[in-house]
């Protein structure tokens, strides 16, 4: 999810889960081809499984960044044929190519040609007026033949006319029925449901019906939902660490990425929803909010939040009031050069 699942926050996802198949943000072939690709692309070992997704509609560009992204090490390449931004529509990528399954099929196959791990594509069930029975059929069936074996499907339309892309996320009914319908169609495909999906019951429930599903925001909101995961749905008899020791845990790699340089807050910006739901959540949601963003935030500032969270509150209160000051005297300092 751009600007969601950066590198940190893969890193941060995979110490609840080791099993869920994590996702990069849709970067686009252009970007792989002429950016900076140790930035777009770098990522830390730990993180796998994890799936590189590239925008585009270039069969030629895709297959070669899809080449360089395999180089990198990533273990998937998923085609983004679901994004409904403007901006990308007029690049002719993301959910407008649901129009146009030939051409996704000759990049499916371009890139297939390029790399030896897994195509794989994510759509939606349909656009604007398209009929989401045959055109999903069609659309599947086209680029099944170009050897795409895994379709994750966002199991509403996007209305590319009308709708903004924060609103093509909500307002375009959930048709889950649809996905299903699909998976009964083509068995011997890999079928994988996307949206809306809000706990482990709900992804549970779906399972009887398709191979996978894929949880986007409420994952995002409420990280520890993965921390089930390997138990419930994959079956590991290892213990699900604690929200304390996911943070302890995680506190090395802040440390080790604060030394390269980067800032707390990148890190800890995916890491707010932790503690979702339990008890001084808020505090230590808030504690970070005001604190990991400010010029020279270290790594105090994230003991201080895991104080908060284990409710060793006396010490976490004092360390606030010394951090907040030393911060003002810093930017006073700052004001008077
Ligand atoms: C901030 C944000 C960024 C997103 N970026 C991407 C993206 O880069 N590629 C993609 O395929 N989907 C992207 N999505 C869509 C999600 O992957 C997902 O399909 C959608 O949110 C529905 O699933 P959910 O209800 O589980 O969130 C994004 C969603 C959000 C909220």
Aim: net charge negative; hydrophobic share 40%; glycine share 8%.
């Amino acid at each position: 999810m751009m600007e969601w699942t950066d590198r940190h926050c893969r890193y941060f996802l995979r110490l609840l889960s080791r099993r869920t198949f994590l996702y990069t943000e849709m970067v686009t072939a252009d970007a792989v081809l002429y950016g900076d690709r140790d930035r777009l692309l770098g990522f830390h070992p730990a993180e796998h499984p994890v799936g590189l997704q590239l925008g585009g509609s270039d069969p030629s560009k895709l297959a070669e960044a899809a080449r360089i992204g395999v180089d990198f090490g990533y273990d998937e390449i998923n085609l983004n044929v679901g994004c409904p931004s403007d901006r990308v529509q007029s690049g002719r990528f993301g959910a407008c190519l649901m129009a146009e399954p030939e051409l996704v099929a000759e990049c499916v196959a371009a890139m297939r040609a390029s790399v030896p791990v897994p195509v794989t594509v994510k759509c939606r069930v349909g656009i604007d007026d398209q009929d989401a029975e045959a055109s999903l059929d069609r659309f599947v069936a086209t680029v099944a033949q170009a050897g795409c074996r895994t379709f994750i499907v966002h199991a509403r339309k996007a209305w590319l006319r009308g709708l903004s892309p924060r609103e093509n996320r909500d307002v375009p009914p959930l048709d889950y029925e649809r996905v299903h319908r699909l998976k009964e169609r083509r068995p011997e495909l890999e079928i994988v449901l996307n949206g809306g999906i809000e706990s482990l019951a709900a992804a549970e429930a779906h399972l009887p019906h398709v191979d996978g599903v894929m949880l986007g925001r409420a994952a995002y909101a409420d990280p520890y939902l993965l921390a089930e995961i390997d138990h419930t749905l994959f079956g590991s008899d290892e213990t699900p660490p604690s929200r304390l020791k996911v943070l302890e845990v995680f506190m090395p790699y802040v440390e080790a990425e604060l030394g390269k340089g980067t800032r707390l807050n990148q890190m800890t910006r995916h890491i707010l929803g932790l503690f979702h739901g339990q008890p001084r959540a808020r505090a230590f949601r808030r504690h970070l909010a005001e604190h990991a963003h400010l010029d020279g935030a270290g790594i105090e500032v994230l003991e201080a939040a895991r104080r908060i969270a284990a409710g060793e509150e006396r010490r976490a209160i004092a360390e606030i009031r010394e951090l907040s000051s030393s911060a003002a005297m810093a930017s006073c300092a700052r004001s008077e050069r």
